[in-house]
């Protein structure tokens, strides 16, 4: 839509220029400001900011950086145009009572990160239900659906019934409001409902739930393409029992690669009046602007659990009348209560499951590394929960011994549970179009069994999880297809090199703009939690400690060195032994985005790349092959410096030598096996959809 420099334009507006008044004029300004060069561009700088509760008054306001006493504080370190993301931390104050610390997290998040949110709701969402009369009776209907849904849910909160479950309901829409009111310039700490426009920012939290709302409502163009993958995960242990590692890679549209890793340390009350902490107060997830979860989904919690999807999808249209607007809570507020509140897999699965709204439908895997003692061959259950969903059913299960027998669990669109996968429709697809559609069969199934068995430490995971060599692998040909070779068939994805004047049997291996954007590694390789107390003992504050994967300092080294445990996460398309994905050179012929200032066309992100800035050279002999050896293919020798890999990371632990098998013992929670299930403003009037969330209401 927006030419490349009206997107710098954009960028270039003052950060103190009012975000109302910057998004208001900004698409305006565009084309007068198209003259302004890229160079002139600012460096981003680390940016902090705290919220303050003015004493009396009880007014909230929002200052430039770290003040004591603060409500919340947000910090952003935008790295967008060296590694790929930018890294976010918000933190409250729990001498604050939840709702304004909820609210406040929001505001502080929106003040440090506006210019991020701008340009990806302008990458991504700025035409969804737009102004322009397109797909209006879909558009109509949606927006039914979400008033219906958002009053239901008010009207729980009001009920006071399950206290628990709708505190932190309450608690993520007080902070997407807080996030939308900040970016809009007006504060103001709602007392009593709370009022969110369906078409604001709440879209960008339901990218998912989309996917099925759309095809539930009939839009004429839904966005989901038939078997089109979204996301790779493989949850591997390493020879021995040695350790665990978690990995996921995302599948996305180009569009969405403005990037940003974020830290919450958000310490709320369980329930509204109680006084124990959430055992997810902590969380590190891959995420995006103005998104608050992940939508990867990519977590690192502080209860101890890694949670992570990929999508399955429902291919039963039988099946959506199951979707109701009264009676539901969207995917993503599920997706963040069980977070927040679960201690183990079974109770992740026991919150998540409930109100089931049919909408972003996934294959979830919750790891919990309470449960995990490296070196025990015959493991406690409850270190991998499997939980299904699809409209009007979830099935879950311990998939512990599984994982030990097989030594992984991959994860890649196929639903695993026989009932969820013959309920939701791929009997006939694997009747109609072969085994790519079937559990055992698919490329990408076949892809993790055969090497699954080379990951032995964290270096080949990454490998594996960044590969995609589809024109040599025998596993990525496609019958039918010519030409035969596709690049769909790979751990991550690059479907946009399918020739798009190819013979295909289905969409999703044609060229499309869906590919594998991103890669994430948890690798946690020392007790997660060293202050170990006895079993029954009273549950300490979580703290950044007890993270499975230390990411505390957030720090990011661009260091060659593969660190003994950490996140490491890694941006952009993979490139080991493909072309890197350009948007001058890209046959799908994308608008370039918009981004923060760099030089329009390098990849959004090098990932782990070293090249230089601002240079045609592709970034592909770098980076991690020049690290697994020296390259069998023919490209240019790798440039010197060792690639830039994003890792967060702690200075390695003491060896771990004799304490392996006994790190955790003393853990009170890994013994303690939780038994599942029992367990203000303007109104939107007549809005001109599309706009800039917020001058819309
Ligand atoms: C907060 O930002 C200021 C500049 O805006 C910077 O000098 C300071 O170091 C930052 N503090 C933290 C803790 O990031
Ligand atoms: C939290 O707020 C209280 C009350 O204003 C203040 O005493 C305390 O220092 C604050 N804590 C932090 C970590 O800022
Ligand atoms: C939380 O604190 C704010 C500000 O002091 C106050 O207005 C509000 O009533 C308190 N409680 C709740 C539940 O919001
Ligand atoms: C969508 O279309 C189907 C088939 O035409 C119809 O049965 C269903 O009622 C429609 N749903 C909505 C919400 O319009
Ligand atoms: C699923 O369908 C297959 C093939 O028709 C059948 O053999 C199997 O029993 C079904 N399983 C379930 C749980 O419905
Ligand atoms: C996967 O396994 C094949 C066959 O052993 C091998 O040629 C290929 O290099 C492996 N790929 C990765 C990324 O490890
Ligand atoms: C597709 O296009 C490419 C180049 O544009 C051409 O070389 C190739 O022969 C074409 N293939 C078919 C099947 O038309």
């Known amino acids: 839509m927006a030419a490349p420099r009206a997107l710098l334009a954009a960028s270039l507006l003052s950060p103190l220029l009012s975000p109302l008044l910057s998004a208001l004029l900004s698409p305006l300004l565009s ?133 628990e479950y709708w505190h932190q309901v309450r608690l993520a829409l007080l902070q997407l409001k807080g996030l939308e009111d900040s970016y809009n310039g007006r504060l103001d700490f709602p007392r009593g409902r709370i009022t969110l426009a369906p078409f604001g920012f709440l879209l960008l939290q339901l990218g998912g ?179 299904e969903q699809i409209p009007g059913l979830v099935v879950v299960a311990d998939q512990t011994k599984l994982l030990y027998q097989q030594g992984y669990w991959a994860s890649y669109n196929v639903p695993y549970f026989e009932q969820i996968f013959n309920t939701s429709g791929n009997l006939e697809l694997v009747r109609k179009y072969g085994d790519w559609f079937t559990y055992d069969k698919n490329p990408r199934a076949q892809i993790f069994r055969r090497n699954q068995t080379q990951v032995h430490d964290l270096d080949s995971m990454i490998r594996l999880m960044r590969s995609n060599n589809y024109l040599q692998d025998p596993l990525s040909r496609c019958r039918g297809c010519d030409p035969p070779q596709n690049a769909e068939n790979a751990i991550s994805a690059r479907s946009d090199l399918n020739p798009a004047n190819g013979t295909y049997p289905f969409p999703a291996l044609r060229q499309l703009p869906p590919a594998g954007i991103d890669m994430k590694v948890c690798q946690p390789g020392s007790p997660a939690h060293p202050t170990g107390a006895p079993p029954g003992a009273v549950q300490p504050v979580p703290s950044a400690d007890s993270l499975p994967c230390s990411v505390s300092p957030l720090q990011v080294t661009s260091s060659g060195m593969v660190p003994s445990f950490g996140l490491v996460a890694v941006s952009g398309p993979a490139w080991d032994d493909v072309p890197p994905f350009r948007w001058s050179t890209s046959p799908l012929q994308l608008p370039a985005p918009h981004g923060p200032p760099r030089p329009l066309d390098l990849p959004p992100s090098q990932g782990c790349s070293s090249l230089p800035r601002a240079t045609e050279e592709p970034p592909a002999a770098a980076g991690l092959r020049a690290r697994a050896g020296p390259s069998s293919r023919s490209h240019p020798p790798p440039p010197p410096p060792p690639p830039p890999c994003v890792l967060w990371t702690e200075p390695a632990p003491p060896s771990r030598g004799s304490a392996v098998g006994e790190d955790k013992q003393g853990h009170p929670r890994g013994q303690q096996v939780i038994p599942a299930p029992g367990t203000s403003h303007r109104t939107a009037g007549n809005a001109s959809p599309g706009d800039i969330p917020g001058d819309s209401r």
């Open 31 to 163: 084309p007068l400001l198209s003259a302004v060069p890229a160079g002139a561009a600012p460096s981003p700088v680390p940016r902090n900011v705290s919220v303050l509760l003015e004493p009396g008054s009880e007014r909230l306001r929002v200052l430039p950086g770290r003040h004591p006493g603060a409500v919340a504080w947000a910090s952003l370190d935008d790295r967008i145009p060296h590694v790929g993301w930018a890294f976010l931390e918000v933190a409250t104050n729990a001498s604050y009572n939840d709702s304004l610390q909820a609210y406040a997290a929001g505001l502080a998040e929106a003040a440090v990160t506006e210019q991020l949110m701008y340009m990806h709701w302008m990458n991504t969402m700025v035409g969804y239900c737009g102004p322009f009369k397109y797909e209006s009776e879909y558009c109509q209907k949606l927006r039914g659906y979400l008033e219906a849904n958002l009053a239901w849910m008010e009207e729980q909160m009001e009920k006071g019934r399950d206290t």
């Open 209 to 387: 739930d989309l996917e099925d709302l759309e095809s539930a409502l009939n839009r004429s163009s839904p966005q989901r393409v038939l078997g089109s993958g979204s996301c790779s995960a493989l949850v591997k242990l390493l020879p021995g029992q040695r350790d665990l590692l978690v990995a996921h890679d995302t599948w996305s549209s180009y569009q969405a690669m403005l990037r940003v890793v974020k830290k919450y340390t958000l310490p709320f009350r369980a329930s509204a009046g109680g006084k124990s902490q959430i055992p997810g107060s902590i969380q590190v997830f891959s995420s995006y602007p103005g998104t608050i979860f992940s939508m990867d989904d990519f977590y690192i919690l502080s209860s101890g659990l890694v949670t992570l999807e990929t999508t399955i999808g429902n291919n039963n249209p039988a099946l959506w009348k199951y979707l109701e607007p009264r009676g539901s809570v969207l995917e993503w507020l599920r997706n963040i209560v069980a977070n927040r509140l679960a201690r183990s897999g079974p109770e992740w699965a026991a919150v998540f499951r409930r109100f089931n709204s049919g909408t972003y439908n996934n294959q979830w895997m919750v790891v919990d590394y309470n449960a995990f003692t490296p070196g025990r061959a015959s493991p406690a259950p409850g270190v991998l929960t499997v939980l």
